[in-house]
T-cell receptor, first 114, second 115 residues
């Protein structure tokens, strides 16, 4: 009964590099959500995906950020050309179909941009 | 649009004392309500949720919350706290029956339980 898995747990990148964050949802869950937590802030919604489909990306920055949830494999949040302001904890959550209100969170990936 | 306000950023309390963490929300439509707990360097764990029915909701670890529609509040309470309850607590809402699926979080309240 594995929960939501995220890797890596910690990621260090230099400015201008790319960051790839992975999320495997709970077994049986086909909805994935990404949230970002900046220091001293609550979590902010970024994107909501189903397999091979982006449902809502209203919280995603317009540039450098992208997300996918392929038919096979984990969901990936990709940040290109990282800047220091991207340093944050990125959390993934998953839910059952039709139960979007009840989301289960992973342990997060803490990204540090030097 | 929905918003969540957690009125206290930090709450210090002595062990075995009661505690209330306050949460107010703003929404023009019906919402679901949640409390999550985050221990240091960990993810969020669902404490309890209000979807419908009884306005008094019981969760894990002895916590409970009461939904008050007229005051748009969902305060979290525990009659006697333990050292292990030291953590950050987040109140969140999502739109009732909405397809968006996103949770809107407050900024969090850091509960510090002292011996």
């Amino acid at each position: 009964n594995a929960g939501v898995m995220q890797n890596p747990r910690h990621l260090v990148r230099r400015r201008g590099q790319e960051a790839r964050l992975r999320c495997s949802p709970m077994k049986g869950h086909s909805h994935v959500y990404w949230y970002r937590q900046l220091p001293e802030e609550g979590l902010k919604f970024m994107v909501y995906l189903q397999k091979e489909n982006i449902i809502d990306e209203s919280g995603m920055p317009k540039e450098r950020f992208s997300a996918e949830f392929p038919k096979e494999g984990p969901s990936i949040l990709r940040i290109q050309q990282v800047v220091r302001g991207d340093s944050a904890a990125y959390f993934c959550a998953s839910s059952l179909v039709g139960r979007q209100e009840t989301q289960y969170f992973g342990p997060g990936t803490r990204l540090l941009v030097l | 649009a929905q918003s969540v306000t957690q009125l206290d950023s930090q709450v210090p309390v002595f062990e075995e004392a009661p505690v209330e963490l306050r949460c107010n929300y703003s929404s023009s439509v019906s919402v679901y309500l949640f409390w999550y707990v985050q221990y240091p360097n960990q993810g969020l764990q669902l404490l309890l949720k209000y979807l419908s029915g009884s306005t008094l909701v019981k969760g894990i670890n002895g916590f409970e919350a009461e939904f008050n529609k007229s005051q748009t509040s969902f305060h979290l309470r525990k009659p006697s706290v333990h050292i292990r309850d030291t953590a950050e607590y987040f109140c969140a809402v999502s739109v009732y029956g909405g397809s968006q699926g996103n949770l809107i979080f407050g900024k969090g309240t850091k509960l510090s339980v002292k011996p």
